[in-house]
């Protein structure tokens, strides 16, 4: 199950684990990424927290957790090739995490909803 | 908010796909479809193409009809040897205040029979009124001419290929030349440590002219996103970051731009205002400075990012007044207004979202500049 929030995340549903990256419309608003900072991975995350932090040559930005739950993994690949985003954002993950109980991403926007809202 | 001006070269840069935004009641280019990054390199490699219109073209003329009389009377409002500045040449100045604050930077060139000044988007009203202030000279505001940008390595053949004279100039040096029937006010600088041309062309032209050199294809247009990188890599200050009103011209690090001639004991000394707070310091050496910084990991620190003395506790120094990554450094690079005694290789620290960052201290400019002198 692949959605989309309104933070231009994408969310990628794998069995009991969510993969989280952000959408290539995100990647062209903030431009050439230099640096991005993850969370650690065991660390318990409430749903709005800034976990990620990416900085842009034009400025920095946070991605937000768009569920609580426990970080379980994360893409070490980017502290190296950080234009990786650029290239692929789709590719180009962050982190996964374990949702807490109750926490689910039906709710989240669809492809078409997503597209309808970047215009 | 009163609406934006545009300049005559609006159209192109939307026909061009450049990202317009507001900047100093401008709209402009802040980048191209080919992003900050690669704007930036391209014209560290090849020529950058940048529209800076929304700056102020302003002429000075005294009744007598000579630049030296009026750089005489320019030289009570700016700390620089504008008397001494040749026909045919440009130099680097500071407006001051009574308080030894920097009002805004200007570029001022000797044309002959006048001078020609180049002032800051935002600062243009201020230093217009400024000007009519003074004395026996004439303020005549230029807006029917538009100002590019020609930089990189490139810029010279480029640029020589429409309008031959320009192979001869020297770095800082201003000259009129026709291109096509216009008449070009052109020298030979900067803002971004290239070679490369800064050209007054009249507004009808403009487009015509931008689309011939845009027509070498070693040519892209650049918009401010990498106008800010490249300056900050050349260590060049930016007015309303690393100088304002509150801001000496010896804390700024731009005390070379006061020459002998008009500091203590020098033939013109002072006679512009803040002279009493600004020459003593020069004299004595300011007591803070700005000064390059690297951070040693790849997170950039940005304006406003605090700077402390030490890993854990100690004192705030400073604060980051530019900061972001250099493409052509390749990793973060900064500027900051710290306590004077320190130097190159130095380690200070950066209090980033929490957390303190080892950062070095580096000597100006992060890139070596490659002028024609």
Same mark, same amino acid.
């Given at each position: 199950?692949?959605?989309?929030?309104?933070?231009?995340?994408?969310?990628?549903?794998?069995?009991?684990?969510?993969?989280?990256?952000?959408?290539?419309?995100?990647?062209?608003?903030?431009?050439?990424v230099v640096f991005v900072e993850?969370?650690?991975?065991?660390?318990?995350?409430?749903?709005?927290?800034?976990?990620?932090?990416?900085e842009? %040559?034009?400025?920095?930005?946070?991605? %937000?957790?768009?569920?609580?739950?426990?970080? %379980?993994?994360?893409?070490?690949?980017?502290?190296?090739?950080p234009?990786? %985003?650029?290239?692929?954002?789709?590719?180009?993950?962050?982190?996964?995490?374990?949702?807490?109980?109750?926490?689910?991403?039906?709710?989240?926007?669809?492809?078409?909803?997503?597209?309808?809202?970047?215009? | 908010? &009163?609406?934006?001006?545009?300049?005559?070269? *609006?159209?192109?840069?939307?026909?061009?796909?450049?990202?317009?935004?507001?900047?100093?009641?401008?709209?402009?280019? !802040?980048?191209?479809?080919? /992003?900050?990054?690669?704007?930036?390199?391209?014209?560290?490699?090849?020529?950058?193409?940048?529209?800076?219109?929304?700056?102020?073209?302003? =002429?000075?003329?005294?009744?007598?009809?000579?630049?030296?009389?009026?750089?005489?009377?320019?030289?009570? &409002?700016?700390?620089?040897?504008?008397?001494?500045?040749?026909?045919?040449?440009?130099? *680097?100045?500071?407006?001051?205040?009574?308080?030894?604050?920097?009002?805004?930077?200007?570029? +001022?060139?000797?044309?002959?029979?006048?001078?020609?000044?180049?002032?800051?988007?935002?600062?243009?009203?201020?230093?217009?009124?400024?000007?009519?202030?003074?004395?026996?000279?004439?303020?005549?505001?230029?807006?029917?001419?538009?100002?590019?940008?020609?930089?990189?390595?490139?810029? !010279?053949?480029?640029?020589?290929?429409? =309008?031959?004279?320009?192979?001869?100039?020297?770095?800082?040096? !201003?000259? !009129?030349?026709?291109?096509?029937?216009?008449?070009?006010?052109?020298?030979?600088?900067?803002?971004?440590?290239?070679?490369?041309?800064?050209?007054?062309?009249?507004?009808?032209?403009?487009?015509?002219?931008?689309?011939?050199?845009?027509?070498?294809?070693?040519?892209?247009?650049?918009?401010?996103?990498?106008?800010?990188?490249?300056?900050?890599?050349?260590?060049?200050?930016?007015? @309303?970051?690393?100088?304002?009103?509150?801001?000496? $011209?010896?804390?700024?690090?731009?005390?070379?731009?006061?020459?002998?001639?008009?500091?203590?004991? @020098?033939?013109?000394?002072?006679?512009?205002? /803040?002279?009493?707070? =600004?020459?003593?310091?020069?004299?004595? /050496?300011?007591?803070?400075?700005? +000064?390059?910084?690297?951070?040693?990991?790849r997170a950039p620190?940005?304006?406003?990012?605090?700077?402390?003395?030490?890993?854990?506790?100690?004192?705030?120094?400073?604060?980051?007044?530019?900061?972001?990554f250099?493409?052509?450094?390749? @990793? $973060?690079?900064?500027?900051?207004?710290? $306590?004077? @005694?320190?130097?190159?290789?130095?380690?200070?620290?950066?209090?980033?979202?929490?957390?303190?960052?080892?950062?070095?201290?580096?000597?100006?400019?992060? =890139?070596?500049?490659? *002028?024609?002198?």
């Amino acid at each position: 199950m692949l959605k989309y929030t309104e933070d231009h995340e994408w969310l990628k549903q794998d069995g009991d684990e969510v993969t989280v990256g952000i959408t290539a419309h995100a990647s062209e608003q903030l431009g050439d990424v230099v640096f991005v900072e993850l969370p650690e991975i065991g660390r318990e995350v409430e749903k709005g927290e800034e976990i990620v932090v990416i900085e842009s %040559v034009k400025a920095a930005s946070d991605i %937000v957790a768009p569920i609580s739950g426990e970080i %379980v993994a994360v893409n070490d690949d980017l502290a190296d090739n950080p234009g990786a %985003v650029n290239d692929d954002a789709m590719a180009a993950w962050f982190f996964r995490i374990k949702p807490a109980a109750g926490e689910a991403i039906d709710g989240f926007m669809d492809e078409a909803a997503y597209k309808e809202l970047i215009g | 908010m &009163a609406e934006l001006k545009r300049t005559p070269l *609006y159209d192109l840069h939307v026909s061009l796909g450049g990202k317009m935004v507001p900047f100093a009641g401008w709209e402009m280019p !802040v980048q191209f479809p080919m /992003g900050v990054m690669g704007e930036h390199l391209h014209t560290r490699g090849k020529a950058g193409l940048f529209d800076v219109s929304h700056m102020g073209q302003v =002429i000075l003329r005294a009744p007598s009809g000579k630049a030296a009389d009026a750089a005489q009377v320019l030289e009570t &409002a700016v700390p620089a040897n504008i008397v001494g500045l040749g026909e045919g040449r440009q130099r *680097y100045g500071l407006f001051t205040n009574e308080q030894g604050g920097i009002l805004d930077d200007l570029m +001022i060139a000797n044309r002959g029979d006048h001078l020609f000044l180049v002032v800051n988007a935002a600062c243009a009203d201020q230093d217009i009124a400024l000007l009519r202030k003074l004395d026996g000279v004439s303020v005549e505001p230029i807006t029917d001419r538009a100002l590019l940008a020609l930089q990189g390595p490139e810029a !010279v053949r480029v640029l020589s290929a429409l =309008i031959p004279a320009v192979a001869e100039m020297k770095f800082m040096d !201003v000259a !009129v030349l026709d291109w096509d029937g216009a008449e070009m006010w052109v020298s030979r600088s900067g803002y971004t440590g290239e070679d490369g041309f800064e050209i007054s062309v009249p507004a009808d032209r403009a487009e015509a002219f931008a689309k011939a050199l845009l027509a070498d294809e070693a040519v892209a247009p650049i918009g401010l996103g990498a106008r800010d990188s490249l300056r900050l890599e050349a260590g060049m200050p930016l007015y @309303g970051h690393d100088m304002d009103a509150d801001v000496t $011209p010896g804390a700024a690090a731009l005390g070379w731009s006061i020459p002998k001639i008009r500091r203590t004991g @020098g033939e013109r000394e002072g006679g512009f205002p /803040g002279a009493d707070v =600004i020459l003593p310091e020069l004299a004595e /050496g300011a007591a803070s400075k700005r +000064i390059g910084l690297r951070p040693e990991g790849r997170a950039p620190i940005r304006e406003g990012v605090a700077i402390y003395d030490a890993a854990e506790g100690g004192a705030q120094i400073g604060t980051v007044c530019s900061g972001g990554f250099g493409p052509s450094v390749g @990793g $973060p690079v900064a500027m900051a207004i710290l $306590p004077s @005694g320190l130097s190159d290789g130095d380690t200070v620290y950066a209090e980033l979202r929490g957390k303190r960052v080892p950062v070095k201290v580096s000597d100006l400019p992060f =890139i070596k500049p490659d *002028y024609k002198r």
